[in-house]
């Protein structure tokens, strides 16, 4: 008998919005060549965290952010990336000196049966595979511990917690695997500052904008200065500003109802037979209204549009075995840093 | 409507729809020039030196009122070279500013001029593809930094903005990079052979559906024919993956893109 096929909560979650998307990653095992640069950044804050909450020395994690921005002289978005995780990591470290729980276990990684619940039969065709950031206790309760960046906190992201299904499915597994109960989820946020280092202008620009100015000065005259670009240490110490605002970050805990494991269960169920039925069938069909998602182009647009063109394959796009997560530990993240 | 019968794999060159880019005077027109019932569309002046069929094009609707007459069929062409598709592509994107009456692409907001120019050149250039004639696409190159996943190398690619680019590489059955390959003689001097490279690399976009071609050929139409009309053997390759090289005897890297 062959061995289940390995699978991820981000497999299900793709193969629920967009069947056609879920065959390209997940079957042909195709990624776009160019890199990604949404998600380095909720990666390199993710490693950020771990080694903080392990080591609680904001000096190491410093260093790693160093280390990991090393053209950042060269690379404008390095640059960027580097200075708003460094203000980031420091603001968290002095927002947090202090934790209310204690750390059970980082980046832990689980593998369980996928089961029916109206059987309790397990899947012979898939097993589900997963990460999470943290398990933490608090008092006597444990809680998973969610690391999220996020571009801003609003009732809307807040109230979206609660439909992080992801979560709560794999509180199930921890549970199955760990044998800990898990009473909820602690959502640790962190907000990206919008914070741009200024470019300052160039002669040119100086001297259009001198020229706009004195053309609306009833004398004549102005007084206008060139605007020079903003040092290094000028804007970490904004956005070291910025990140002492209490606001920048954020605490949120969810119970876990016993009735949402139970419903998951069942979706998911439903999900492997979906996912069978249409592998023995050879039919992955697109969902359109899932093209523009996030606001921009699904990062299989080019191949659909195309009708899988293998010159489109061959030319921007490769291959990478998937369940990336469970290696590399990245999140999806959904906006750009800046 | 329905079909009765299934469609067979086009067989002609000029059933196809071809990317041809390269850097500038390497020879893409006159590789063109030479095509079954060859017409240009015009969109700059480099085709002097050659005897060819034009229509000179400089502007959207000039494109536009040429492929409608092109569409008639009351004509003995059978290949239709736009020549440059980056010009077309300009043209393009003035034609639907000066639509939208806006100055730039941007000044629609939220990405929609662009979506706007993308659209309408895709929608032109699919209607030409289905046109029972050949389309060559003629561009120029440029080397681009790309960053992948594994670090960042140039890549020689069309000059196309990188949106345009998808939607071309996503139409054309073959994709031919026009290349010098240097090769060093007896006595070390470096000697030069226009090659056309038509298998993916991580140095250079190129491609080929039909499977019929090898991975490099001289840049040299009546060769190219030869091969293309042999009876397919070897399956589908790419070009080496391995990075690039010192450009010594056998190393395949390409030249330097032109401008």
Redo the contacts between chains.
């Keep these: 008998m062959s061995t289940p096929m390995l699978t991820t909560y981000s497999m299900w979650s793709l193969f629920r919005n967009c069947r056609k998307a879920c065959d390209w990653r997940y079957q042909r095992e195709l990624v776009p060549l160019k890199r990604n640069h949404n998600l380095n950044f909720g990666s390199l804050i993710h490693e950020c965290l771990e080694i903080w909450h392990r080591d609680r020395d904001l000096k190491q994690v410093l260093n790693f952010i160093d280390r990991a921005c090393p053209n950042r002289a060269q690379e404008d978005r390095e640059q960027r990336d580097w200075h708003l995780a460094t203000a980031m990591m420091k603001g968290y470290a002095a927002r947090y000196q202090t934790e209310e729980f204690e750390v059970i276990a980082l980046e832990k990684t689980f593998k369980g049966k996928i089961v029916n619940p109206a059987t309790g039969a397990s899947s012979r065709s898939f097993v589900l595979a997963g990460k999470v950031d943290g398990i933490v206790r608090i008092g006597d309760e444990f809680f998973l511990l969610e690391h999220k960046t996020a571009s801003q906190i609003d009732a809307d992201y807040l109230e979206r917690l609660w439909t992080d299904f992801q979560i709560i499915l794999y509180a199930w597994y921890i549970e199955q695997t760990q044998g800990l109960r898990i009473a909820g989820i602690l959502y640790n946020i962190l907000v990206k500052a919008r914070l741009q280092q200024g470019r300052g202008e160039t002669e040119a620009e100086f001297e259009e904008r001198r020229r706009i100015l004195i053309a609306k000065s009833k004398t004549g005259k102005s007084s206008a200065k060139r605007k020079h670009p903003e040092s290094d240490e000028t804007f970490q110490d904004r956005l070291c500003a910025k990140y002492a605002d209490p606001g920048m970050f954020h605490r949120e805990s969810l119970y876990i109802s016993r009735d949402q494991f139970r419903s998951l269960q069942q979706d998911l169920w439903e999900l492997t037979q979906n996912f069978l039925d249409a592998r023995r069938r050879g039919v992955f069909y697109r969902n359109t209204g899932f093209c523009f998602h996030y606001h921009r182009p699904c990062a299989y647009f080019p191949l659909c549009r195309s009708g899988g063109n293998p010159n489109i394959i061959e030319n921007l796009y490769q291959q990478v075995p998937p369940h990336e997560e469970l290696r590399d530990g990245e999140s999806i993240e959904e906006t750009p840093a800046f | 409507m329905l079909p009765t019968k299934k469609t067979q794999p086009k067989q002609d060159l000029a059933d196809l729809t071809v990317l041809i880019y390269g850097r500038s005077k390497i020879g893409k027109s006159t590789w063109c020039s030479q095509s079954d019932g060859a017409l240009f569309l015009a969109t700059e002046p480099g085709l002097n030196a050659l005897d060819v069929f034009q229509v000179p094009i400089s502007s959207w609707d000039d494109l536009l009122a040429a492929c409608g007459d092109i569409a008639e069929g009351k004509h003995p062409f059978k290949t239709i070279i736009i020549d440059t598709v980056d010009n077309a592509y300009r043209m393009c994107s003035e034609y639907i500013c000066k639509k939208f009456k806006i100055e730039h692409e941007s000044d629609l907001g939220y990405g929609k001029g662009w979506a706007l120019i993308n659209n309408e050149f895709h929608r032109v250039l699919t209607k030409m593809a289905f046109m029972s004639y050949g389309l060559f696409l003629v561009s120029h190159s440029v080397e681009k930094e790309?960053?992948?996943?594994t670090g960042k190398h140039t890549r020689i690619v069309p000059t196309l903005p990188d949106k345009a680019r998808?939607?071309v590489?996503?139409?054309?059955?073959l994709?031919l990079f026009c290349d010098l390959e240097i090769t060093k003689d007896e006595d070390g001097n470096p000697t030069y052979r226009r090659v056309m490279r038509t298998?993916?690399s991580p140095n250079y976009?190129?491609?080929?559906?039909t499977g019929r071609l090898p991975e490099t050929i001289d840049l040299d139409f009546s060769k190219f024919i030869e091969v293309f009309n042999m009876p397919a053997t070897a399956p589908?390759v790419?070009a080496s993956r391995s990075q690039v090289g010192s450009g010594d005897k056998q190393s395949k890297v390409p030249a330097s893109a032109g401008k």
């Design positions: 790309i960053e992948t996943r998808k939607i590489l996503g139409m054309v059955d994709i298998k993916p976009e190129a491609g080929d559906r589908k790419s």
